[in-house]
């Protein structure tokens, strides 16, 4: 029986001047990735099944094959794609072919959008302190508005008596 060659599952982001690949594939020894101007390769044997991987991806604009970059991290390999003219505007897809591939998805995780600003705080918060919580209460008058800690003074001792303090009447 013959080794059939799968495409390893793939993940993708983008920014203004560069294009992020990630192989999520294991254990990954000596890959083969070549960058030409127009597509990406890659083969290699890993996951838990030592499986052999192999895909070439028809990039949608041309990229700078000496700039772009791999790295194996041992649970994926993540690959750096400098674009060939970092002036041009967002990349709708990936991929040259309009075809859906069931390999490769959206990196969410570092998705910017093309209206995006890219000074963000911490968390994604933006303009509303940098994802300081404390700050964030401030600003809407809760957690210590006054500039202080909350005052307990103004409560009641306990004299006047509380209808949770009375007892529990018995079941029939």
């Not at 960058?35 to 041309?62: A, M, Q, W």
């Not at 700039?67 to 994926?76: A, L, T, V, Y």
């Not at 041009?88 to 998805?105: G, I």
């Amino acid at each position: 029986m013959t080794q059939q060659t799968l495409p390893p599952p793939v993940m993708w982001a983008q920014r203004t001047a560069v294009v992020f690949l990630t192989i999520n594939l294991e254990d990954v020894k000596d890959p083969d990735i070549k960058f030409t101007k127009d597509s990406v390769f890659f083969k290699g044997t890993g996951g838990v099944e030592k499986k052999s991987y192999e895909v070439t991806i028809p990039l949608y604009k041309e990229i700078d094959p000496e700039k772009s970059k791999s790295f194996n991290r041992g649970r994926c390999i993540e690959i750096i794609l400098v674009k060939a003219n970092s002036e041009d505007s967002y990349w709708p897809a990936l991929t040259s072919d309009k075809k859906k591939h069931h390999w490769l998805k959206c990196d969410f995780n570092k998705w910017q959008d093309e209206d995006d600003s890219g000074d963000e705080g911490v968390g994604g918060m933006g303009g509303m302190g940098g994802g300081d919580f404390e700050e964030m209460m401030r600003q809407m008058g809760g957690l210590g508005a006054g500039g202080g800690k909350p005052s307990f003074d103004d409560l009641e001792d306990g004299d006047g008596g509380d209808s949770d303090d009375e007892p529990i009447p018995d079941l029939e």
